[in-house]
């Protein structure tokens, strides 16, 4: 009854694609690069932006909302992002359509549309923003300022992949301006603590926190903090990050307050974004072949019913019994689907609700309720079991908060058995093929991590912040190293 | 205390422009027509949502996300849309910059990165939507599609004001297909009645429902129905469109249905929107020379208490007393600030406080606590009266939803004082330099009402869909006309 999926072992990639294609979750669009985001995936990313949205909150954050378009001079205003950015930047031009005279009907790019200054298409704000508090900072007491934009963005990228690499995103970036480093520094953990949280504990994946290469860091930060979660193929990747941006874009435009003695100093700034992305992360952490596999607090439904009947006095019977559980559940906030449509069959159900990872199926036949029981199947394990009506409500509450858990478990111990301390450069070509995170000494020059890039596709997801230090040599160079760091192939 | 705002007797739109700034709910950009929306006016918005997002699944929707970007050859399918949108179209012509050899540190649009099809930043979505929705119908069993999108959307304005008319704005647009035409209308209408009931409960600003003449409807709607609202100096706004689009744009991208019978029919279709402007609508109903008047159900914050002390023994003494009754207060849903900022006199964050619409104030000294009261001011009525604190809760909770009702009831007298009904030109003329909404007869043209528009800058607002029949004359031509309609000059 699998919907033919392909199989995660024989082609990882061919079955993430028509996965998130058969459960509903995204399809390509018109739009080169740019995905529909369906109802059914739309509305676990609402989930995700409501838990993370009161997070935001619960850590002193308000939303605001800043424009989608840059001006090109704003937007070179710091360089290193700019150069970071410049390469797939989508840009407006003009403001205006006209009738093509040649092709009646059809329209053209109006040439005395011009725009004087072109407009880049935000990528990230932080330009845009900048330029923005200079005029809300003049004191201290105008600090910190503490704001988040929920927003899409668009990064040209030649290589799309629905969810984890499309050109236009949604996501939330966190901008912040700080009196002085520690408090940038602070806030920047801070907000990496969060992603963490979220992720592990509502997502139900185990993350690696640490700091970013400077390779690897964002363009116009000193610092990038990152989380880092394995995939089933042991590919590595990266779901959050939060960048200590120094004085950088204080400095870019001209951002100065004044302190408590009176003098000026430049501000201290922190950006921190997430994206669905996301929803890429989720699906292939915990799915299997038969399809999706959610955790209970992301699911949108949570629970369906499957009513087996042959005619309406057997579906009212079953209703009678059911339906003052539904409620109940309900008044738990337990999501439920009674499905009685009459046009598929139970298999065919079934099928249809593991294929879209809904964590709890109950079924109900006429035996069932003359047994007083009902069939409970959880969509983690695929296992089955016959439970009694009564207590079935408290049963299948604690049965989610278990799912949450399990799923988290399974996850966490994929990740154990794939991580390998390696010390020759021998075996890391043999390990990095088949996958996992490399645990490596590295002589810390971005001459060896591009090296090893170049021969390997591994990058250096982190340096984990909790790294043990120890002494060792660098697995390439064999030059010494004090701690290790974690190599992956990643997305 | 006030904060200087100009008066809206001397100047309405000066201090419309004024409020908005200086009570922190958006201000103007480094893009041209483009607005920062600040944390205090997003949070209003933010509750608009809410309210807004939780209608939409009441009757049914679900929410999904389509590409920001429309191909220019997807844009024009629907004829009349892409005309009535072709003028104020953000055109994305080229997909990366480069560094400017001539500028060492600034960039340029790369000239080798032009795109082969130019993408248009959806001013609305339509066209992106209707080539979604042909692979998703196929028979009447995929039929209707009730979905919602929260999006920015750009339109080109030469003339452009915060939240009224920007060339960015936050907007939801609902889009919804269907297999028959009375399906479409009753949609069509009950998305209309969400938005009225939205606007009038939470907003307080009573609206006139009604049809919109040819001139005014949405380019490729069959027709729009619209939400009008009189502002404080007599204009009209409208709050909201529903359209109801035929088969329009089911033709223009072939969207077919197999219906019961087997038979191919195209697909009827709705869309629906709300967007910042009702912010505008907000402020511009309500508010008075000393700054916002908001209904608490949208209110940021509902009570604000502010203590009036000395010493450190005096505010503890106060807070002993408050922080029991904020805690009950918080317990109903109610957003308390207590502001014992000792950087400011309490007349400063009265004026504060009535500048950002706060329903209610409390104050409290040394004196009032002997005595077990507290001094209650209203924002909506500005008056003041002493209360027991014995009871405090029950009546600000009371009092809240009185005030609901009560900015309601002023904004509905003052529409009711200012609507009349006009039955010669020489009248016409006169009044519509006053102000208000002119109740006239008709005649049923376009050339009608673009000269009056030409004569006089008012518009058909809407024909009422509670218009009563009734014969007479139109107050231009004098021709027969059977029902009045809204003439005014709009935002
Ligand atoms: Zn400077
Ligand atoms: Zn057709």
Redesign the interface.
């Given at each position: 009854m699998s919907k033919g999926l392909p199989k995660r072992s024989e082609n990882y990639s061919e079955w993430y694609n028509e996965l998130v294609k058969r459960a509903d979750l995204a399809?390509n669009?018109?739009?080169r690069g740019?995905?529909?985001?369906?109802?059914y995936g739309?509305?676990i990313?609402?989930k995700m932006q409501r838990a993370l949205d009161d997070m935001f909150k619960e850590t002193g954050h308000?939303?605001?909302?800043?424009?989608?378009?840059?001006?090109?001079s704003?937007?070179?205003a710091e360089?290193k992002n700019?150069?970071g950015f410049?390469?797939?930047?989508?840009?407006?031009?003009?403001?205006?359509?006209?009738?093509d005279p040649n092709n009646p009907?059809?329209?053209m790019?109006d040439p005395e549309a011009k725009l004087e200054e072109?407009?880049?298409?935000r990528p990230t704000s932080e330009a845009?923003i900048w330029?923005?508090y200079k005029?809300w900072i003049q004191s201290h007491?105008d600090l910190p300022i503490l704001?988040n934009q929920w927003?899409?963005v668009?990064r040209?990228e030649m290589r799309t992949r629905m969810f984890l690499r499309t050109a236009?995103f949604?996501w939330q970036e966190g901008h912040t301006a700080h009196a002085t480093e520690n408090e940038a520094m602070d806030e920047t953990k801070q907000m990496l603590d969060v992603y963490a949280t979220f992720v592990e504990e509502w997502m139900s994946v185990p993350v690696i926190k640490g700091f970013k290469s400077a390779n690897e860091r964002f363009a116009g930060a000193d610092e990038t903090l990152c989380i880092e979660a394995m995939m089933q193929d042991g590919k590595a990747l990266q779901a959050g990050t939060s960048h200590f941006l120094g004085q950088n874009f204080a400095k870019a435009f001209d951002v100065k307050f004044q302190n408590k003695e009176g003098k000026l100093e430049h501000v201290w700034g922190t950006s921190w974004g997430v994206s669905t992305r996301l929803m890429g992360a989720l699906i292939m952490a915990h799915s299997d072949d038969n399809g999706l596999v959610l955790p209970p607090k992301l699911a949108p439904i949570h629970v369906v019913i499957v009513p087996i009947y042959k005619g309406d006095e057997d579906l009212e019977a079953i209703k009678a019994v059911i339906m003052p559980i539904i409620k109940e559940l309900k008044s738990y906030g337990i999501t439920v689907k009674f499905d009685d449509n009459d046009?598929y069959r139970p298999g065919w159900k079934f099928a249809e609700y593991e294929l879209k990872g809904v964590p709890v199926r109950m079924a109900i036949g006429m035996r069932d309720l003359q047994s007083g029981q009902v069939e409970v199947a959880r969509r983690d394990t695929l296992t089955k079991e016959t439970r009694p009506l009564e207590g079935i409500v408290t049963y299948i509450k604690d049965l989610l908060d278990e799912i949450q858990k399990a799923i988290y478990q399974k996850a966490f111990n994929f990740r154990q058995e794939n991580m390998f301390k390696v010390d020759s450069w021998a075996a890391f070509e043999e390990q990095i093929e088949k996958g996992g995170f490399l645990l490596c000494h590295w002589d810390g020059t971005s001459e060896t991590e591009e090296k090893i890039k170049e021969l390997t596709k591994a990058t250096i997801r982190c340096i984990p912040l909790d790294a043990v230090e120890e002494t060792g040599t660098c697995v390439y160079s064999g030059k010494p190293s004090n701690k290790r760091v974690v190599f992956a192939r990643a997305y």
């Open positions: 399809e669009s018109a739009v740019c995905m529909v985001i369906k109802p739309y509305s990313w609402e308000t939303n605001a909302y800043f424009p989608l378009f840059v001006p090109k704003l937007f070179e360089e700019a150069e410049a390469k797939e930047c989508a840009v407006v031009t003009h403001y205006r359509l006209k009738s009907g059809k329209l790019v072109e407009l880049v298409v845009i330029s923005t005029n007491r704001i927003a899409n668009v040209w236009e949604l046009a």
